[in-house]
């Protein structure tokens, strides 16, 4: 029997063409030791028998409830239609290829909750620490923004995600995933809905509006979620290029206010040159960087080059 005493949390999984993995990650959110929760699934426009399997294990199981776009309108969409349709009190996001710990949404609940009543808010971004496992085997370890440390609070976190701009004693791990999120309903409702107009890093984009609203972003330590690194149509060096620029121009009256626009589009270059296989462009971008704004970009390169460098390595080995 249900514990009604606890509060409802909805677990909310996007599934686009998923039909080899949605089966393993329904099984993720149902092992779940949490009793009271919903499980809502938005099939968005599959064509590859995933809907089958949906609506044969939404009538196994009464928590899972699934609702179909007619046509593919993307993740931000799909994320949107269970911000409007769930009924929890929280709300946490499964992909539909990766699997989760049957203790991840106790233990977010708890790290939330415990920080609510130290920190007296409730306007909180809670993320799962992890791992990716790729195509060859390598598998990285993914520690969850303040899960070791402090996590950022208010433009702590905007800085960190427009700017690069790291603070000291700021714990930012692997950045905010919605993958891995998890918040109150209300905290959704507050800093409004996904952009739909963003094919890729549309949880960027909503981590920093909640971040210019004051919110503060934690993790929990324990391992609790495997990701499966995939490749998709939306996954290339151009979309992912012109997302950033859409973000940054999005928040251009921010990164005009504290210097760091200019400097931010000429990065976004370098980054879409190095990311398209085009070494020598993005070295001349550098170089001009280098010229233009000496001290930032070496603190900005030795931050980054390094780690990117080792991890490229071995997603190829």
Known sequence: MIDQSLPLISIGITCFNAVTTISRALDSALSQDWENLEILVVDDG????????????????????????????GCAAARNTILRESNGEF??????DDVSRKDRIRLQYKRITAYERLANTKMIACYASGQRIYNNGYEMPI????????????????????????????????????????????????????????????????????????GHFIGISESVLTQY???????????????????????????????????????AELRFRHFSGRPVAASIILIQLLITYPFRTLRHFSRTALNRFIHERRMKA
């Not at 399997?53 to 179909?68: M, N, T």
């Not at 709300?91 to 539909?96: E, G, M, N, P, V």
């Not at 939306?234 to 928040?251: M, R, V």
């Open 46 to 73: 599959s064509h590859d028998g995933s809907q089958a399997i949906l609506q044969k294990r939404a009538a196994q199981d009464s928590r899972i409830r699934v609702i179909e776009h007619a046509q593919n309108k």
């Open 229 to 267: 690194a995939s490749h998709s149509s939306d996954k290339t060096a151009q979309h992912e290029h012109e997302s950033f620029l859409y973000l940054l121009e999005k928040n251009k009256k921010y990164l005009l206010s504290n210097g760091n626009y200019i400097y931010m589009r000429r990065w």
């Open 143 to 214: 520690l969850a923004i303040g899960s070791k440390g402090p996590g950022p609070i208010g433009v702590e976190l905007a800085d960190y995600l427009l700017c690069a701009r790291y603070r000291r004693g700021i714990f930012y791990g692997g950045g905010t995933p919605t993958c891995s999120l998890m918040a109150r309903a209300t905290t959704f409702q507050k800093i409004g809905e996904f952009d739909q107009n963003m094919r890729r890093q549309e949880d960027a984009d909503f981590a920093i509006r909640l971040a210019l609203n004051g």
């Open 91 to 96: 709300i946490a996001f499964f992909d539909d």
